[in-house]
């Protein structure tokens, strides 16, 4: 623990001389390490052995930033970082994995699998009475009931407060109740269902597609390389061949600045 201690306490020394002002008593913006400008922050809660990995993953954007100066306004570019015309991502995206096992959504795959599974058994319940009900149109029976109904607000939402117009009465209704609260068959019950759980699935795919906007971004794909580069380079030549030539390549001849420096600090 002492040495790894001692190499923070150089590393940062030597970052300091380049800059950079580093600080480790934050809430890095929620995140276990955070970049802006000449400035990283490592949370105080990151765990005493990550703390090599997550400097080595802010210095990498320092180093892309100096790379690309309009780094903050376009994520930047994998040919540019890299130093290379090959089609790199795919490559990178393997890396990534390999780093951080959060970036293959496993757990929201699973739960976006799951609520899939729940649309296709409200699904079922529906045909048992509607054969012709498809999802990709108008349910014209259901349509016609429920502009009746006050069922009709749990089609947006799980769980409504309605207040009676004239007398101003406070009514709760959830989707959990629609068999005790309305008067409802069971294929009108299992379309508001359907519904819900179709809410759920475009939010499970939306926070996927925001993750993947992150993670896949150029400057991420970079700074977990170099992690995986610190972490372990027979296995980095194995899963990404083309961008470990590139980056290589780009640490040999001093494109990376003081990149190499770092590493070989953290290495020994």
Known sequence: MD????????????????????????????????????????????????????????????????????LYKTKGSLEIIFNTKDDIFEELVSVTNFIDENSKFTLLKEHRSKVKSKILEQEKIIKNYYPKFQRSKKFSEFNRFIRFSKAKYLLKYDRVKYITPILRRIEYYSIDNLERDFNLSPAFCAYIRLRSYQRKQARISAKINRLKKYYYSPTELFARFVEGYYENKTRLRELAPKSFAAFECGMQNGYYKSLPQVIAMASI
Do not use: W
């Not at 923070?8 to 001389?17: A, F, G, L, R």
């Not at 276990?32 to 090599?52: A, E, V, W």
């Open 3 to 70: 040495c790894a201690r001692n190499k923070i306490i150089d590393i940062v020394e030597y970052m300091q001389k380049l800059g950079l002002d580093v600080n480790f008593n934050t809430q890095a913006r929620g995140n276990q390490g955070f970049f802006l400008k000449k400035r990283i922050d490592i949370s105080k809660k990151t765990p005493q052995n990550k703390i090599l990995n997550v400097l080595l993953h802010e210095f990498a954007h320092f180093i892309h930033s100096e790379i690309e100066p309009n």
